[in-house]
């Protein structure tokens, strides 16, 4: 039996003991665990969240780019956790950085752009509709977008999504138009609409997970111009942190314990999980004890750590008899062009992005010559550090009085298009462990093999072209695409404990329990099948509000206990 | 220089711009953090230098001047991008303190052996600067574009130190200047480069989106378009 004792200073928040078996552990407080703590926890579950980076408020919140994005102050730190990358299985793999994620109480929701776009009816179904495609493991999912049309409304109402319903001639069915008004137009999307109705196309306001009017207790964006990569100081941008984890506190159930790195989930002698090992901040390990385990780790962390917890009754790893933990991860595909204009846009100012179109959402192979989709944005999501690294036109000089003068003339004159599209699954893409190389922690450290399928990188060109004659047709007096290579790097990490009916070929089932342990639940990114067209966010939420439903009900029914 | 008074008038701006009651509420405790870091940023120069010697300041501050020169606006040496330089070097940047302290004689040296009469860089004429700097930038115009992301900053010990400079130069020009790096004081970087100081904005941004009409179905644009 647990019983909480609450702390001074945070009234609502209990403390449990790590011996106190609680109702669930979450392993991870991002966009799908800080949903699962709420729902679960004000459904009278005693819940403990393990996050292992710090709880950080607003107040820590800052526009210093060195801080925020070269000493990692919201997310992963390769020193500590080094990375390897090999393009395939039979390369050895070299110490590089391959992934960035939120690594503190809110994950990657604290940091992200807050492009909140539903997956449409074909993401779920596309391999049913078109066959199978050489080279990939190319799915459909077990659940179809009816499934979780409830759960995408339920996103937009409670965590916070503004934008227009109907707006967009492509988008699916929905049961009730957005809470808010979309943001206010930039100077991006203005160019962008304009130039997209000029050649034919369907430009539409954006769906934004960032707020345009004040709502539960939080601030509407004031347009600082610190969006990507930056954690919001007024709670506009509905994070985890904003939105979900004030509401699971507040519940009086749910612990958020932040510095625990969790490194093994311990099964009982019927293959049960009892808990998470997990070390604190001095390095002492603990078990938070629980009657199941929910790991919301993100598609990196989670394989990870359910290959790390093999053991003599799973020895390639926890639930991974299909052998698919860690394998058919997809990125997503992306081409981003630049362009620039004559008068200052100063899209610096506000959040990243104000409009979008999905007329290439499926594109028809015949005609193209690959597979695959996507939706493009104007956006300028380069912090002026950043731009001064990055956003300048190739064989711009580097320093000096010109490299000054471009500087000075292009920071205010540029903006970006950027096509967001499919990547296919392919099986040995894959995170999994490195056998040498180790964190600071002593485990072994995570390792990434990856080679874009030939369509994804297709898609890319084709994208690159579009973005191009849209910079075209909106007047951009110089414009160029950022070079389209293979990826060794993402922020996407979708995939690798994908879903799916059979045990053979997937990791969870519709309701996100593993196949063969029954009180252990995943989701996160690595729940998905396909990759959607690039916006991953939305649909995380959405299956962590509907996996809350399933697993409530699949508790309440007793289905859990030993 | 941002004062301390026009700096209350943008975040009383920005506070505007907000009208919400979360904000209305919490305020205060964003504006405390936000002016304790405005105050260590603008302390007086304490002249103590934390990992350069004097010499090697005025050293690092002629290279930074040719890298953003002050040229009718102000650059590095305005910025007080040497100030940034050296506290980088005891702080986030600590690996690169053998690149300087190694590499500063050979940008000497490499100055005498093009200009045999020059003595220190510093003391040098802008076109022999020019000429040194030139041919120590060996990765130069190859390098073609990357997208910024995460850990942007090359620095470290396996760079040249002509390269770490620029890294240093760019980003102490252009660093939030209410941050404690030392770095765009009275954010002259930004100035430069027409960002504006405030914390918040609101619409129209910019050239374009002013006047703009409000969101129309692609019927009506159409129809409003013949009528104009």
Not at chain 1, 200 to 210: D, E, L, Q, S
Not at chain 1, 323 to 349: C, H, I, Q, R, W
Not at chain 1, 515 to 533: A, I, P, Q
């Amino acid at each position: 039996m647990t019983r909480a004792t609450f702390r001074p200073g945070a009234p609502d928040m209990p403390k449990y003991k790590p011996s106190d078996v609680v109702d669930f552990v979450i392993v991870g407080s991002g966009a799908a665990g800080g949903i699962l703590a709420k729902e679960l926890s004000t459904n009278g579950f005693s819940v403990v969240v393990l996050e292992q980076g710090p709880y950080l408020h607003e107040n820590d919140f800052s526009h210093d780019e060195i801080k925020v994005l070269q000493e990692d102050l919201l997310t992963n730190h390769p020193k500590l956790q080094p990375n390897t990358f090999r393009k395939t299985p039979k390369d050895k793999a070299k110490q590089q950085r391959v992934l960035v994620y939120g690594r503190a109480v809110g994950g990657t929701s604290n940091h992200f752009t807050a492009n909140f776009w539903r997956f449409h009816e074909i993401d779920f179904i596309e391999r049913s509709k078109i066959g199978p495609i050489a080279g990939s493991t190319f799915s459909d999912w077990p659940i179809t977008y009816a499934d979780l049309e409830p759960y995408y409304t339920k996103v937009e109402w409670e965590v916070g999504v503004s934008g227009m319903a109907g707006a967009s001639p492509f988008d699916p069915p929905r049961s009730k138009p957005y809470p808010m008004p979309p943001l206010p137009v930039k100077g991006s999307g203005v160019l962008f609409e304009r130039a997209a109705r000029k050649l034919g196309w369907n430009p539409f306001p954006a769906p934004m997970a960032i707020l345009s009017q004040p709502r539960a207790g939080r601030s509407a964006c004031v347009n600082c111009g610190f969006c990507l990569g930056f954690g919001c100081e007024v709670k506009a941008k509905s994070s985890s942190l904003a939105s979900m984890i004030p509401l699971a506190e507040k519940s009086g159930k749910c612990e958020i314990r932040p510095n625990s790195y969790v490194h093994k989930i311990e099964v009982d002698e019927k293959g049960r999980a009892t808990g998470a090992l997990y070390f604190d901040e001095k390095k002492n390990v603990h078990l938070q004890k629980a009657k199941a385990v929910i790991l919301s780790a993100n598609g990196a962390e989670t394989p990870r750590l359910l290959l790390l917890s093999a053991s003599s009754k799973f020895p390639d790893g926890l639930a991974n008899s299909s052998g698919y933990v860690g394998k058919n991860l997809m990125f997503n595909t992306g081409a981003v062009s630049v362009g620039v204009f004559d008068e200052p846009v100063n899209d610096y100012k506000g959040f990243a992005v104000s409009r979008i179109l999905h007329d290439f959402y499926e594109l028809d192979a015949q005609k193209v010559g690959f597979y695959g989709g996507g939706g493009m944005d104007a956006r300028f999501d380069m912090t002026p550090i950043g731009f001064a690294f990055g956003g300048l036109p190739p064989g711009s000089p580097r320093w000096g009085k010109d490299f000054k003068a471009l500087l000075a003339h292009n920071f205010t004159r540029s903006f970006e298009i950027f096509g967001h599209g499919t990547s296919l699954p392919v099986e040995d893409n894959s995170f999994s462990i490195d056998p040498e190389v180790q964190d600071a922690w002593g485990l072994p450290a995570l390792r990434l093999t990856y080679r874009d399928h030939p369509d994804d990188l297709k898609l890319a060109h084709w994208l690159a072209d579009r973005s191009n004659e849209l910079l075209e047709a909106a007047g951009a007096k110089q414009h160029w695409t950022f070079p389209i290579d293979e990826q060794q790097f993402g922020v996407h990490l979708l995939g690798t404990c994908r879903m799916g009916n059979d045990p053979k070929t997937s990791v969870i089932n519709a309701d996100h329990q593993t196949h063969e342990v029954k009180n252990l639940f995943l989701c996160d990114g690595g729940s998905f099948v396909t990759s959607g067209r690039g916006q991953p966010t939305m649909t995380i939420m959405a299956l962590a509000f509907r996996a809350a439903d399933r697993i409530r009900d699949l508790a309440k029914r007793g289905e859990l206990n030993a | 220089m941002i004062t301390e008074l026009d700096r209350r008038q943008f975040l009383s701006r920005a506070l505007a711009a907000a009208g919400a009651t979360w904000t209305a509420a919490n305020w205060p405790a964003v504006l405390a953090a936000a002016e304790h870091a405005h105050k260590t940023a603008a302390a007086p120069d304490s002249q103590k230098w934390e990992f350069l010697t004097p010499a090697e300041a005025k050293e690092v501050e002629a290279i930074s001047a040719c890298i953003i020169p002050s040229d009718g606006t102000p650059g590095a040496r305005e910025a007080g991008v040497v100030y940034f330089i050296d506290r980088a070097l005891v702080t986030f940047s600590a690996a690169d303190q053998k690149t300087y302290r190694d590499g500063l004689p050979e940008v000497q040296s490499r100055l005498k052996h093009l200009f045999p009469t020059a003595t220190l860089f510093s003391a040098a004429t802008p076109d022999e600067q020019g000429a040194v700097l030139e041919s120590l930038d060996e990765a130069g115009a190859k390098k073609s574009p990357r997208r910024p992301r995460a850990n942007f900053m090359p620095g470290s010990a396996a760079q040249p130190l002509f390269e770490v400079i620029r890294v240093h130069t760019l980003a102490g020009f252009l660093i939030d200047p209410e941050s404690d790096r030392n770095g765009n004081r009275g954010g002259v970087g930004w100035t430069v480069i027409g960002r504006l100081p405030e914390h918040g904005f609101q619409p129209p941004f910019g050239y374009y989106d002013k006047g703009y009409a409000g969101w129309q179905p692609a019927s009506a644009a159409k129809e409003s378009a013949k009528n104009d």
